[in-house]
C-alpha cells in the first residue's frame, strides 16, 4: 500500500462505519495483517458503541411482545467450530484475529522490506491455532507477542519438503525466539515435533509442535542466549533430551 | 497490554449479558427476554439517531434484535464485549439503511444535515443511561469542536468520511484524521481499552 494512501489511518472511520463499501473491504485486508491496526479498531469500536449506549431510549411497551414472538420462529444460525470440538479448518474468514500471529506477519514483513512473505493463507492458518494457543497460554502468548512485536526482531523463512516453510523469529532484546511453521506433515503416529537450540552444535531443547496441526506459531522454550540457530527434529511423543533423529531441518538464526 | 479501566459503564442488573447471549445461542428463549430488556433501549436510540424516522427505526431496530437472536452462536466473547457486539451490529444496519434509502440525498440535505449536526443536548426520553449519556458528554468535550462535529456526524448521523468531507468543505485526510483522534482522545477519556 502507498503511503498516501495508508489504510491505518482509516481506523477511526472504520470503526464509526464511515467507510464505503469497497474500502471497507481493503481495510479489512489490512487489518488481517497489522496487528496494532486491529487492536487499535477494536478499541475504537468499544468507543463508538459507547456513544451508542449513551443514546439509549425506551422503546414502545409493545415492542417487547413483537420481537419475542418473532424470534420464535426464526433458526439460530450453527455456531462455528469451538477449538474444543476439534479443529476447526472452516470459517477461516470469521476467526477471530489474534495478536500474535498478526504480530508474526508485521514482524516478517518489516524484516523483509514489507514484500508479501506472508500470504494470506498463512496467517489464517496461523490465526486459527493461535486461537487455542491463547486460551491454554495466554501468557505466553504475548510474551511471544512480545518477541514477535520487537523493534529488534529478526526473520529467517526457510522452505522445508512438501512445501512447507518454517520462520524463526529472534529478539536480541528479549533473549527469545519464536518460531512459526506452515503445512507441516503430520508427525507418524507415536512421534512429535521438537525444537532444539543450536549451541554451537550443542542441541538443546526449545520445546514441542503440539500435534494434529499442520501450522504453528510458537514462542521456542527457554532463552536464545549463545544460540546460533535451531534445528526440528521428530522424537517420540513428549519429546527428549537429546536429538534422536536427523534433523527434519535446521536453520541459522537471523544475524 | 493496557489496564482494564471500566468508569461509568451502567452494570446492568441480573446476568452477565454475555452470560445470558451465551444461554441465547444455546436456544433459550428466556435468556433471550432478558437480553432483550439490557439491550433493546441501547439498540432502538442508536437506530433511531442515525435513522431519525421512527417508525423506520423500529421496524430496523427489530430486525437488528432478530439477528443477534439468530447470530447469538457466532457471538465470539474474545473479539468484545456483549454489548459492543450488538450495537455494532445495530450502528451498522442502521447505516446501511440510510445508505440505501439516501445514497445521493445526502449531498441535496446539506443544509439540513448542517443544521441539525446531532447536538448530545438532544432530548432522550430515558432509561438508566444518564450516568453512561453524562461520561460521554463530558468527553465530547474534550475533543475539538472539529473532531466532536465529524465523529458526531459519522456515527450520529451515518455519514461515510467523504461526506463529512464534504458537508465540512474539508480535505479528505483532515476529516480522516479527525475521526482517528476525536475516537482516540474519546477512548481515553472513557477509559475504553479492548
Given amino acids: 500500500m502507498t503511503r498516501s494512501d495508508d489504510p491505518h489511518t482509516l481506523t477511526g472511520a472504520f470503526a464509526l462505519h464511515a467507510l464505503e463499501d469497497e474500502e471497507r473491504a481493503r481495510v ?31 422503546p414502545r411497551r409493545g415492542m417487547r411482545d413483537d420481537v419475542l414472538r418473532r424470534i420464535t420462529s426464526v433458526r439460530q444460525d450453527v455456531p462455528r467450530a469451538e477449538p474444543e470440538s476439534g479443529l476447526p479448518r472452516t470459517s477461516r474468514r470469521a476467526r477471530p484475529v489474534s495478536r500474535w500471529a498478526l504480530a508474526a506477519c508485521v514482524a516478517a514483513a518489516a524484516a523483509f ?5 506472508w500470504q494470506h493463507q498463512q496467517a489464517q492458518d496461523a490465526r486459527d491455532q493461535t486461537h487455542q494457543a491463547r486460551k491454554e497460554a495466554r501468557e505466553q502468548s504475548q510474551e511471544l507477542a512480545s518477541v514477535l ?25 528479549r533473549n527469545r525466539a519464536a518460531f512459526v511453521a ?3 506433515p503430520e508427525p507418524p503416529r507415536g512421534k512429535v515435533y521438537q525444537l532444539w537450540f543450536d549451541d554451537d552444535g550443542s542441541m538443546r531443547p526449545a520445546g ?18 549463545r544460540a546460533t540457530g535451531m534445528g526440528i527434529t521428530l522424537e517420540p511423543s513428549g519429546g527428549s533430551a537429546k536429538p534422536t533423529t536427523v534433523p527434519v531441518a535446521q536453520m541459522l538464526f537471523p544475524a | 497490554m493496557k489496564e482494564v479501566v471500566h468508569i461509568g459503564i451502567p452494570s446492568a442488573p441480573g446476568p452477565d449479558l454475555q452470560e445470558l ?47 443477534v ?29 440510510v445508505r440505501s434509502v ?76 479527525r475521526l482517528r483522534d476525536g475516537l482516540i482522545r474519546l477512548r481515553d477519556c472513557l477509559g475504553v481499552s479492548a
Fill in chain 1, 149 to 173: 512485536t520487537a523493534p529488534d526482531a529478526r526473520t529467517r523463512t526457510g522452505r522445508l519438503a512438501d512445501g512447507a516453510s518454517a520462520t524463526v523469529v529472534v529478539s536480541a532484546s
Fill in chain 1, 113 to 117: 522490506g514489507g514484500t508479501a512473505l
Fill in chain 2, 102 to 177: 439516501e445514497a445521493s440525498a445526502a449531498r441535496e440535505h446539506k443544509a439540513a444535515l448542517l443544521a441539525h449536526t446531532p447536538e448530545f443536548d438532544e432530548v432522550s426520553e430515558q432509561v438508566e443511561t444518564h450516568l453512561e449519556r453524562e461520561q460521554v458528554r463530558r468527553c465530547l468535550r474534550t475533543l475539538t469542536e472539529l473532531q466532536r462535529q465529524s465523529v458526531a456526524l459519522a456515527y450520529y448521523s451515518g455519514l461515510t468520511y467523504r461526506q463529512v468531507a464534504e458537508l465540512l468543505a474539508l480535505p479528505l485526510g483532515t476529516v480522516k484524521t
Fill in chain 1, 28 to 58: 479489512e485486508e489490512h487489518l488481517a495483517h497489522c496487528d496494532p491496526c486491529a487492536q487499535e479498531v477494536r478499541e475504537l469500536t468499544e468507543t463508538a458503541a459507547r456513544l451508542g449506549l449513551a443514546v439509549a431510549t425506551a
Fill in chain 1, 182 to 184: 506452515a503445512g507441516l
Fill in chain 2, 21 to 67: 447471549l451465551a444461554r441465547v445461542a444455546r436456544g433459550e428463549q428466556e435468556a433471550f427476554a432478558d437480553v432483550y430488556d439490557a439491550v433493546a433501549g441501547p439498540v432502538l436510540g442508536v437506530v433511531r439517531r442515525v435513522l431519525r424516522d421512527h417508525a423506520q427505526s423500529e421496524e430496523v431496530a427489530q430486525d437488528v434484535l432478530v439477528e
Fill in chain 1, 208 to 225: 514441542l509442535l503440539s500435534p494434529g496441526r499442520d501450522s504453528q506459531a510458537m514462542l521456542m522454550d527457554g532463552p536464545v542466549d
Fill in chain 2, 69 to 97: 437472536w439468530r447470530t447469538a452462536p457466532r457471538y465470539r466473547p474474545d473479539r468484545g464485549t456483549a454489548m459492543n457486539w450488538i450495537l455494532t451490529l445495530a450502528h451498522r444496519r442502521a447505516v446501511d439503511r
